[in-house]
């Protein structure tokens, strides 16, 4: 098997793939320097000159604006320039090859790669055929891996929690088409978090799912009896109903985060959501704004860790 | 014309003959011994000299995929791996499924003279799963047996009808087992390597549904079955019991699936996309073992030239399958290494069993078959690599890699189709 290619000779961040594969202490390193960066986000003058200079590509090949935007601020607080591609709108839709449309945004000198792509492995393909002073983030690729979005939850946790090594984290919903949950799992077990749980009915558990280091509990009760942290995943609403579900509404019954089920997590448990939440499905509103909810808070970390690991790969910090 | 292959390492599974000696060719057959003096002798000391290749699954890619591949370069790889006799999945655009396209495929490769073809023709039009092909007349025209390649015949009504009617005219069936519902959007083994890296699975029971499915119509029926490119522990296992019960059937095996797992994908490596895909290491072993024990009747190439555009793709968007021709014999070698099994036996499965299977005088070096010979040496090494690949496909999982056996000679009816 090839070198981890996120890495590079001297195991610093070449690219941000995914979580899996990053050593203990670099992932501490990347919510360390976000940590540094979320004093800037608070100034007046929000800005960093670190990237000055610096052009940021951000390529969506899959439409996003939440992810997209936070990358976009991201940037522009360490002071690079920001080119926004909406590629599934233009060159894809021509015919032109995934590697083409790269090299060509790579003859207009750009740094860093924000890349999001519903194929997973895209930013993989990417990452080999960049040149070498050129970094790839990976901002989201198919089921695979969201890697900021688990360091931004990782971020979150750690914000609230303060240690890993004693947490109870349960992860609720579609885990199988959930790259939030894929990465946020490498993250959590490799942080060395003594129990992750993964809540859903085994039409959306992956094949395997243990393998990855998980409990796998179908009934919301015992699953989240105990939990310090509780992560709802969005159901898209295509897999609402069809061969996966019958329908939102039983989804909701069985797995909908209310207050009532949420009672069986401990009194001081946290509750994140990667957003765009669907109220009514997989989590009430009244737990969405309520006292344990964090989902607002994880948002505005977001930047920072985005920051942290464009500043990380990008910026010699 | 007479030729003499002297002083080599003669090793005939059909025969059981493993010894130094001679082959003698006469008017592109085997004979007893030289009468007179040979018009050439090829030097075969301290080499291998076996029947040639016989391979059931060679993608050449014409016609319609011109651009991935020739005729002319494909079979030229096949002379360059020993691949003598082939056959032709009806995979083609359009496919194989009329006689004048059979017939003319099969002029202008057998005009090429450097191996024997064997289309199988298409099991229904366009590989759609709808209507029966003109069986006969295909037949005819040169089809040695039919095929939905890796089409799939979704309504099982067409499947039972058109086993029927094969059987009927004692045609060959060849078919892979995968029920195309269980493998809807899939693109990987569906287990903890395809969960990691978040791929849509095809689970191992894709295989196994279906083929229950199989073996019930040809237990309905009596066609001839031949399954192609069984992947799983599970398949192996029924086809094991199939077998015992005394079932028509027989079936092969692609050559990465007894070497390499889902393991192999590492990161998206779109050379390991293959159909079916790479299952899990148990599977491999078994269908290793399956192999050895006789289970499994051969080992084939499975080879599929796709071109760059084809395979710089994300791993899900890429198509499917690798070049295998001038693969098959290295990888044979090395799966009769792992199995520790004698030169005859390993060499059994690319040549005396798939020549059956295709009712074909080839695979034995026998008086009065046609003498399709390869002379290799089964020690030597080399690396695959793009550029000493012949194949116009330049796609596979070992590029890079270091493989040993070096075909030093391949003969087609008695003539030097190759040497190096």
């Known amino acids: 098997m090839p070198r981890n290619p996120q890495l590079n000779a001297n195991g610093e961040l070449q690219h941000l793939l995914s979580i899996e594969g990053l050593p203990r202490e670099l992932i501490a390193k990347i919510l360390d320097t976000a940590e540094s960066f979320a004093g800037v986000t608070e100034r007046d003058i929000k800005k960093v000159p670190l990237l000055r200079g610096k052009s940021v590509f951000n390529l969506f090949f899959e439409g996003s604006t939440r992810t997209r935007t ?69 901002a989201g690729d198919g089921r695979h891996a969201h890697p900021t979005q688990g360091l931004l939850d990782l971020y979150t946790i750690r914000h609230y929690k303060k240690d890993f090594s004693n947490l109870v984290v349960a992860i609720v919903g579609d885990v199988l088409h959930s790259r939030v949950a894929r990465s946020l799992i490498h993250g959590l077990t490799t942080l060395g978090v003594p129990e992750v749980r993964v809540i859903g009915p085994q039409t959306l558990i992956p094949t395997g799912a243990a393998a990855l280091g998980v409990r796998v509990f179908h009934a919301m009760a015992e699953g989240l009896k105990d939990a310090d942290v509780v992560v709802m995943l ?40 990667p957003g765009p939440m669907n109220r009514g499905v997989e989590i009430d509103s009244a737990v969405a704004d309520g006292p344990h909810s964090v989902i607002l808070p994880q948002v505005t970390f977001g930047i920072a860790v985005r920051m942290a690991v464009m500043s990380m790969v990008a910026g010699g910090a | 014309m007479k030729l003499l292959v002297k002083g080599g390492r003669v090793v005939d599974p059909a025969s059981g003959r493993d010894a130094v000696g001679d082959v003698a060719i006469e008017d592109g057959r085997f004979v007893e011994s030289a009468a007179g003096k040979p018009d050439r002798v090829l030097d075969a000391k301290g080499l291998v000299v076996a029947p040639g290749l016989v391979d059931l699954a060679a993608r050449l890619r014409e016609p319609g995929y011109e651009y991935k591949a020739t005729l002319e370069s494909e079979m030229e790889a096949a002379a360059a791996g020993g691949v003598t ?43 759609e799963g709808r209507q029966l092909t003109e069986m006969a007349e295909l037949a005819e025209a040169g089809c040695v047996a039919f095929s939905q390649a890796d089409a799939p015949v979704v309504d099982t009504q067409v499947l039972w009808r058109a086993m029927q009617y094969a059987a009927t005219f004692g045609y060959p069936v060849w078919l892979r087992a995968e029920d195309p519902w269980l493998a809807k959007g899939g693109v990987a083994h569906d287990g903890e390597v395809a969960t990691r890296m978040g791929l849509a699975g095809i689970p191992a029971f894709a295989e196994t549904v279906a083929l229950g499915a199989l073996l019930e119509l040809v237990r309905a029926t009596g066609a001839r079955l031949h399954v192609c490119r069984v992947s799983s522990a599970a398949g192996v296992a029924m086809l094991r019991r199939a077998r015992h019960d005394g079932l028509p059937i027989t079936c092969d095996v692609g050559i990465h699936h007894v070497h390499l797992s889902d393991l192999d994908l590492g990161y998206f490596d779109s050379q390991c996309r293959l159909a079916p895909p790479l299952r899990s ?53 090395k799966w009769g290494m792992q199995r520790k099994l004698s030169l005859a036996q390993t060499l059994a499965r690319v040549t005396l069993a798939p020549a059956r299977i295709l009712g074909a005088q080839a695979g034995r070096i026998a008086p009065g078959a046609p003498a399709d010979l390869v002379v290799f040496d089964p020690e030597a090494p080399f690396r695959v690599s793009a550029s000493t690949l012949r194949s116009q496909g330049k796609n596979s999982p070992f590029l890079g890699v270091e493989l040993a056996g070096r075909v030093r000679a391949t003969l087609v009816a008695g003539r030097v189709v190759y040497e190096a």
């Open chain 1, 70 to 138: 936070t990358f976009e601020i991201a940037a522009k607080r360490l002071s690079a320039d920001v080119i926004n591609l909406n590629v599934a709108a233009s060159s894809t839709s021509k015919g032109e090859s995934l590697l083409d449309t790269v090299a060509n945004l790579s003859a207009m000198q750009a740094d860093i790669f924000v890349v999001r792509h519903g194929s997973s492995g895209a930013p993989y393909l990417i990452s080999r055929h960049v040149k070498p002073h050129e970094h790839v983030v990976n």
């Open chain 1, 234 to 273: 969005r159901l898209q609403s295509e897999r609402m109903s069809g061969a996966l579900l019958p329908s939102a509404q039983e989804f909701n019954k069985h797995y909908g985060l209310t207050a009532e089920k949420l009672a069986r997590a401990r009194p001081d448990a946290i509750v994140m959501h």
């Open chain 2, 85 to 127: 006799s082939l056959a032709i999945p009806p995979d083609t655009d359009p496919p194989l499924d009329e006689p004048g396209l059979v017939d003319m495929l099969r002029r202008r490769a057998e005009a090429l003279l450097l191996a024997h073809v064997y289309p199988v023709g298409a099991l229904t039009v366009k590989l």
């Open chain 2, 281 to 333: 290491a148990r599977d491999r072993d078994a269908l290793a073992a399956g192999l050895a024990d006789g289970t499994i009747d051969c080992l084939v190439s499975d080879h599929t030239p796709v071109d760059e555009d084809g395979k710089h793709l994300p791993f899900a968007e890429a198509e499917p399958g690798a070049t295998g021709l001038e693969l098959l014999l290295p990888l044979a070698l």
